[in-house]
């Protein structure tokens, strides 16, 4: 990374407007991105920014400015891919960095900053694209007019402006082009042109990941700065009724005690004076309203609301009266348990806070928030804080709350004690501290014609909203939360349904429940391809054929399934002992068929082979959509064989790794990935990998067992 | 108490009481921040770091262990990085967050010392003491097949 | 290490050799295996007694974890197999970047679930396993008796073993939230003399 000037203000100012982003009204100047420890910036090199998403600098050196934040995705490669496609720059002096808050990096769609909902790569298509095409354009203006040629005379080539003899690097001409007008139309580049995408480039975020240079929020060290570690009541919600801190001040390195709205802070010069300045706290808490909570007792709860009725999500022909005609009835109900994003960077957040400013340098995926809410605490104006997005050691969705919880702390912290604090959790923290996966329950009743086809689906949802009380309240209408249905109420199965009910229970809890990598298709897929699987092989149908049948009329699902199918062999013989599971599911925009090979010993799920096709449209970076498949595939064995948060008496029970277990290296499988080749609509990578895994597995299971299984995880047969 | 440290070459002593981990000295007072913190209790191997040549975790593995011996970090591990690992990584396009892979790199890179040529079960062997949520097994995998084949084109480095 | 001749006062009948010690400070009384003798009835029970009740100790998790059928140690008071694939190796000190000493301290490492600790921390080696999981009393009192199979040692050095051993006395100290073996370490150690003294005589089943 290189140094940002402070120059580029103007210019970014002026950029706003130019690509019709509306007013920049608040616009912090992007990160400081200084060495740390150091305060001084190096002098500014003029530059040109004919936008907010890029500036080049006389020195030549481009900075792209990413809108969405780089969480191991590989936004980071992609959205550059995009600029420099219409830029012919030349890769060596490409800078990528997060942008501050701001509106121009206000999500196409969203209209807020957020990186989510596999969204990044399809909403910005156009708009990095035109950023590097404006650039590139007025590039071309100014070596015209250095050149005393007419623009048309001239080519672009890796970082040079050329005409005839005659050439100018990008560099030499910044200065130049800043002065120039706009272009009043910018046309972008043919596919057939395209040099990255659709090719892919290798990622430009992984030399510094392989040499421990790549900056995480764990990673803020600052002179003066102390390490904050914070107490946190056992109980969800708790409060602080009364501490002692005689002990934890006695620690030697520990600064000072604070508390805070959600606990009890101790300040060292280290993390580790700070946990034991913790350990040594006596705390008397209040537990709240909490106390007696119990996800056990919980789901018993909802078992009995999914035999009501719920809220329609779906409702078409008289369900009731189809399956009382006495043919065949197929019924089933599923738990799903809570479960933690546990990304592998526990929360943080570095505050410094000054009298009027406050600088804030944290890895999260939502910047624009955590400054609405960071200035509420303060009673600052939100231009009177800073965000400073550094890498993000994992998301998955724990990165993006609604009330910026893990931000929120530390500003408090910051304002109790007055000092520049970095706050740590601890892997306890993160495991207890609050968001998860809703548990859900799902009864569904099935009636099917003499050939086994569904022909009335009633079903019955029960669970928390994740959107209802956020910034994404609008997502929640006539009293369904659209994440609590998705993947149901719209599945391709119900094409041909002709009576269906789908219900929802929304529960009122005090757990705090959050969008988790794939949100409600976690659950939803599980569910429809677990029972479609259990309708076509009661119908004694094969479970692919079965599929194909049923989704018949949805091209881009059969795409996925049966490529995957065929690059699986379906079918084939396996190996003694193996067996073949299958599923597909669209989510995101994009449509993922998987087939798993799996063998059951001594009661013990083993996962030998994942085989996946993807149609997700045009493939910007094939082998980025590739390792996001990779990705989700291995997040949902987890979430399948391991994925469970309990609570009892309103504490939740898992704490670290070793009993909240992520898969590893000897339960990896081997991976195949394959995209459809298609022109259809661009859609998301990073979470439509999860859903299709976990039902999958689970008919393998079946095929090996005969066992349904109805209550993931299932790491174990019994 | 003051303690002596060799890392990555380099003399340094540091004042920590006893029952400070390597990890929080190399991040906190040295300022060696490649090292991870991920777990705390060695679940999860994001703080590996050799310590006399061995992939030690370094947040269970107190000062007091360490006190005069050879301790590498990742920032260490090479010159330029251009460890046959490090190289192998890029190569496959390995890392995702990125957060995991210090420690994944320091791990694989004591397997590669000890075995040339490592199998897959070898990996397994290896480097399941390392957790990735990202789910870059299959690519580390990968990495670790190439860095070898690199490391005898090499030599033996 | 040192090695150490002493004889013992009570019994005239001692063990031809040298006994290996784990420590120079320590004296030893040792067991020794009466060549020949015959014993009585009543020895013999109290001989089989006094297995039965090391066999519960030695079958604790303390001391079977670190005695697996597999090659995969056990871990916990459940003895579930040990996460992260750990593995003997060769010499029983694991593989690669999963070394026993990776993880395991000289010392226990404080706080519960927290890697238990020992100088010594290692399993058999992989061409003497002395496996106790799985075993039935008669069995192990073999295995234990049986030179091929304990580790190449006299019974007078498999009683110093269990005497002074670091790593076997390192069971009653399992760090925090673990289970102790049944019976304290003198117990213990009193019950495997007394099988010793009485003939070493193996249990039924």
Known sequence: ?718 | MVYKLKVNKKDYSVDATPDMPLLWVLRDLLGLTGTKFGCGMAQCGACTVHLEGEAVRSCVTLIARAAGKEVTTIEGLSPDSKHPLQVAWLEEDTPQCGYCQSGQIMAAAVLLRENADPTDEDIDHAMSGNICRCGTYPRIRKAIHLAAKLQKQGGTK | MKMIKQLRSKKAIYLAGIILVTSSYTLISEEPIPQGKTYSASEKAASQKAFLAVYDVLMSPRCMNCHPKGDVPLQGDDSHLHTQGVIRGSDGHGVYAMKCTNCHQPKNTPGLNMPPGNPKWHLPPADMKMVFEGKTPRELAAQLKDPEQNGHKTMAEIVDHISHDELVLGGWNPGDGRKKPPLTHPQFEKEFRDWVKNGAVLPEK
């Open chain 1, 1 to 718: 990374m290189t140094n940002l000037p402070k120059s580029n203000r103007r210019q970014f100012l002026k950029a706003g407007a130019l690509l019709g982003t509306g007013l920049v009204i608040s616009f912090v100047v992007p990160a400081r991105i200084t060495k740390f420890g150091e305060s001084a910036e190096p002098d500014p090199v003029a530059s040109f920014a004919p936008n907010a998403y890029l500036s080049i600098g006389s020195d030549g050196g481009i900075n792209v400015l990413l809108s969405h934040v780089e969480m191991g995705q590989g936004i980071w490669t992609t959205l550059t891919m995009l600029i420099a496609d219409e830029l012919d720059a030349d890769w060596k002096n490409i800078h990528v960095h997060h942008a501050p808050p701001g509106q121009p990096y206000m999500h196409t769609l969203y209209g807020l900053q957020i990186t989510g909902g596999s969204s990044s790569t399809w909403s910005e298509f156009d708009r990095y694209r035109q950023a590097g095409a404006t650039a590139r354009m007025l590039l071309i203006a100014a070596g015209a007019k250095k050149f005393g040629v007419d623009p048309a005379t001239c080519k672009t080539e890796n970082g040079m402006v050329i005409s005839g003899e005659q050439k100018a690097s990008y560099g030499d001409l910044a200065t130049l082009a800043a002065s120039l007008p706009a272009p009043a139309k910018v046309e972008l580049r043919p596919a057939s042109d395209w040099k990255y995408i659709g090719k892919g480039l290798k990622r430009l975020d992984a030399p510094a990941k392989v040499n421990g240079t790549a900056k995480f929020g764990m990673d803020m060290q600052f002179p003066g700065m102390l390490t904050a570690v914070v107490a946190h009541s056992p109980v969800m919600g708790g409060t602080v009724k009364s501490f002692d801190a005689t002990a934890a001040k006695a620690v030697p390195g520990v600064k000072a005690v604070v508390q805070i709205p959600t606990g009890v802070a101790v300040l060292a010069d280290h993390f580790w004076a700070a946990k034991k300045g913790k350990a040594a706290l006596k705390i008397t808490w209040d537990a709240g309203a909490n106390a007696s909570f119990n996800s056990v007792t919980q789901m018993e709860k909802y078992r009995a609301l999914a035999a009501t009725k719920g809220l329609p999500a779906l409702n078409k022909g008289n369900v009731e009266s189809a399956l009382s005609q006495g043919g065949k009835v197929i019924e089933a109900s599923y738990d799903f348990p809570y479960l933690a994003h546990a990304p592998m960077e526990p929360m943080n957040c570095t505050v410094k806070l000054g009298a009027d400013k406050c600088e804030i340098w944290t890895g999260t995926q939502l910047p624009g928030i955590d400054q609405a809410v960071a200035a509420k605490i303060l009673g600052f104006k939100p231009e009177q804080v800073s965000i400073d997005t550094v890498f993000l050691g994992g998301g998955f969705g724990r990165r993006a709350t609604p009330t910026s919880d893990f931000v929120a702390e530390a500003v408090h912290i910051a304002k109790a004690s007055g000092k520049f604090i970095k706050m740590v959790w601890t892997r306890e923290d993160d495991m207890q501290g609050g968001y998860y996966r809703a548990a859900f329950h799902h009864k569904l009743k099935i009636g099917v014609d003499n050939n086994g086809y569904p022909t009335a689906w009633n079903h019955s949802i029960v669970g928390q909203s994740i959107f209802e009380g956020t910034f994404l309240s609008m997502l929640v209408q006539n009293g369904i939360d659209s994440s609590s249905v998705e993947g149901i109420a719209d599945s391709p199965y119900m094409t041909e349904v002709k009576d269906a009910y789908v219900g929802l229970h929304t529960t009122k809890l005090p757990i705090s429940v959050l969008w988790y990598r794939s949100v409600g298709h976690t659950h939803t897929a599980f569910v429809m391809e677990t029972i479609i699987d259990q309708l076509a092989t009661e119908a004694g149908k094969d479970p692919l054929e079965f599929r194909r049948t049923l989704l018949k009329s949805h091209p881009r699902h059969l795409a996925a399934l049966n490529l995957a199918a065929e690059k699986a062999g379906w079918g084939k013989a396996l190996p003694a002992g193996h067996f073949h599971g299958i599923a597909v599911h669209e989510s995101f925009l994009s449509f993922v068929g998987q087939v798993v090979e799996v063998s059951v010993t001594n009661g013990r799920v083993n996962v030998h082979k994942v085989t996946c096709a993807i149609d997700c449209g045009l493939a910007v970076n094939p082998d980025g959509v590739k390792a996001q498949m990779e990705s989700g595939i291995i997040f949902g064995i987890t979430m399948a064989l391991y994925g469970e948060i309990n609570f009892k008496d309103g504490k939740v029970q898992q704490t670290n790794f070793h009993n909240y277990p992520i898969l590893r290296m000897n339960e990896s499988p081997e991976i195949d990935v394959h995209i459809v080749a298609s022109t259809e609509k661009m859609g998301g990578a990073g979470e439509c990998g999860v859903p299709p895994t976990a039902p999958a597995i689970a008919n393998a299971v079946f095929a090996a067992t005969g066992k349904r299984i109805r209550k993931p995880p299932f790491a174990s047969i019994t």
